[in-house]
């Protein structure tokens, strides 16, 4: 089954950066769809960013123009760059596909604050 292992979250100021970096053991990992999830206290799980087997990519309005999602392929990699972070970017970050998630990895905590 799919496995997912995300990193690269830490506390950091508001307008501050973070690098998250996600490892899939996936079959064919290429031809899915990939996202960035994240769940703050008291909220449902968001989606985030979406990167498509062809590298199209989609994000949700509110890190529009922020956030940036990549992949790469041979590595079997995901990565989410999030610039300019505010408060309300705190959450549990998670990755997995797209379409039909499988397990929820352990995630990587992201905390803004000042």
């Known amino acids: 089954q799919a496995l997912f292992v995300e990193s690269g979250g830490g506390p950091v100021q508001p307008g501050g950066s973070l690098r998250l970096s996600c490892a899939a053991s996936?079959?064919?990992?290429?031809?899915?769809?990939m996202s960035w999830y994240r769940q703050a206290p008291g909220k449902q799980r968001e989606l985030v960013a979406t990167v498509g087997s062809g590298g199209g990519t989609d994000y949700s309005d509110s890190v529009k123009g922020r956030f940036t999602i990549s992949r790469d392929n041979a590595a079997n990699m995901v990565y989410l760059e999030m610039n300019n972070l505010h408060i309300e970017d705190t959450a549990a970050y998670y990755c997995?596909?797209?379409?039909?998630?499988?397990?929820w990895g352990l995630g990587t905590q992201v905390t803004v604050s000042s």
């Open positions: 997995n596909l797209r379409i039909g998630p499988s397990s």
């Open positions: 996936i079959e064919t990992f290429s031809r899915n769809a």
